[in-house]
């Protein structure tokens, strides 16, 4: 018959003290005091009993809680939230937690996380966008220890793990679905165009192009908001003021406009709304378009067309990339570790919905306001 192990319990009992002060007086935690008397009884009844302390876990076997850092640059884009419910789900199933830190588009923010992940140590990380120039370096630096991977931009060059993104192509679908209707005279609205948003020039210089093959690039507004924005926190609707305010400037500067494109589905519904308070039907007078496919741009009311490139097979994809270099490091077949770049692509599909249509043969009459 096997002897029942002796436990903190039965030491504090035979010594006549409380659980808490056996753990601290027996691994000797020296902040809280004890008297002489009382030390000497812990101990003697526990070498009476032959209790022996639980083996503490190596720092190793602590670290090995399963990891992944996803890397994201605002959470108020649906956008996002799409990219992480696709990686969540992915790592659920293989037993992995999350850690998202949120740079908000802040170079310190992002050099102060990545800067963590050696003490962190997790399994893998990815990148939600392209990491900043500054810190490409330090990318591939850690990519030699730790598994990245960075759903990008497909014009940048990495030496590291990517779900890549067309932006170019997803510019160019939004100008032809616009071209075959018919339209001629149209804007695109964008938040800012700056060097470090590469993927966003991308994609403005995809819609433009379409045009300019067309004999019609002279025709195209492009209208992006203020460099500050992207210095500012993010709000919640940020992307949806930007849609809302720069309609507005276009329907006061431009009256021939039959469509408008948004960057992002969350301007497109800036456009929609701020087109509504003008009275402006959609896609009776103005046809409006955006790009993700988001939860929202299916509901009826909204019915937005728009650009699938898949956002939560994406976050599916980045995760299983982690997973495939996980398994590469454990399962050597070779005496050197292979060096494999993984690059996965969607093909995008326009969907269209209730707001594009053919242009209106007839200028539509502006009321004046008194």
């Known amino acids: ?158 030496d590291v793990d990517a779900v890549e993104l067309d932006n170019a192509k997803l510019g160019r679908l939004m100008a032809k679905h616009l071209l075959e209707l018919g339209h001629k005279n149209v804007a695109y609205i964008a938040p800012p165009l700056t060097v470090r948003q590469k993927q966003r020039s991308k994609r403005v210089e995809g ?17 992006a908001a203020d460099e500050q924005i992207d210095k500012d926190i993010p709000g919640i609707d940020s992307e949806y003021r930007i849609g809302y305010d720069l309609t507005k400037e276009l329907l006061r500067e431009h009256k021939n406009l039959t469509a408008i494109a948004g960057l992002n589905d969350m301007i497109a519904f800036g456009i929609l709304d701020a087109l509504y308070d003008e009275k402006y039907k959609v896609p009776g007078d103005i046809s409006v378009m955006g790009c993700d496919n988001t939860l929202f741009a299916k509901m009826h009311k909204v019915y937005l067309t728009t650009i699938e490139h898949f956002v939560i097979y994406k976050g599916m994809d980045a995760c299983d990339i982690i997973m495939k270099k996980m398994n590469t490091r454990m399962k050597r077949y070779a005496e050197i570790e292979p060096v494999s770049i993984y690059h996965v692509e969607y093909e995008p599909r326009i969907v269209v919905r209730g707001t594009t249509s053919y242009p209106h043969s007839k200028k539509r009459k502006i009321n004046t306001r008194k």
Request: charged content about 25%; some cysteine; glycine content about 6%.
């Open 1 to 158: 018959m096997n002897k029942r192990k002796v436990t903190s319990s039965d030491v504090a009992e035979r010594a006549g003290v409380s659980q808490a002060a056996v753990s601290m007086i027996l691994n000797k935690k020296y902040n809280v005091s004890f008297s002489k008397e009382t030390v000497q009884r812990v101990e003697n009844a526990a070498e009476e009993l032959g209790y022996e302390l639980p083996k503490r876990k190596t720092r190793r076997e602590v670290r090995r809680e399963k990891l992944l850092v996803v890397l994201c640059p605002n959470l108020t884009n649906p956008y996002y939230v799409m990219l992480l419910q696709g990686i969540e789900s992915r790592a659920t199933e293989q037993g992995f937690g999350l850690f998202v830190c949120n740079t908000q588009r802040d170079l310190e923010l992002e050099e102060r996380y990545l800067k963590m992940m050696p003490g962190l140590n997790p399994q893998g990380v990815i990148y939600a966008c392209n990491p900043s120039r500054c810190f490409m370096h330090l990318v591939e630096e850690l990519s030699g220890k730790i598994p990245f991977a960075i759903i990008n931009n497909q014009n940048e060059k990495l």
């Open 207 to 223: 819609f433009l192009k379409e045009f300019k093959d067309a004999g019609l690039g002279e025709n195209v507004i492009i209208k």
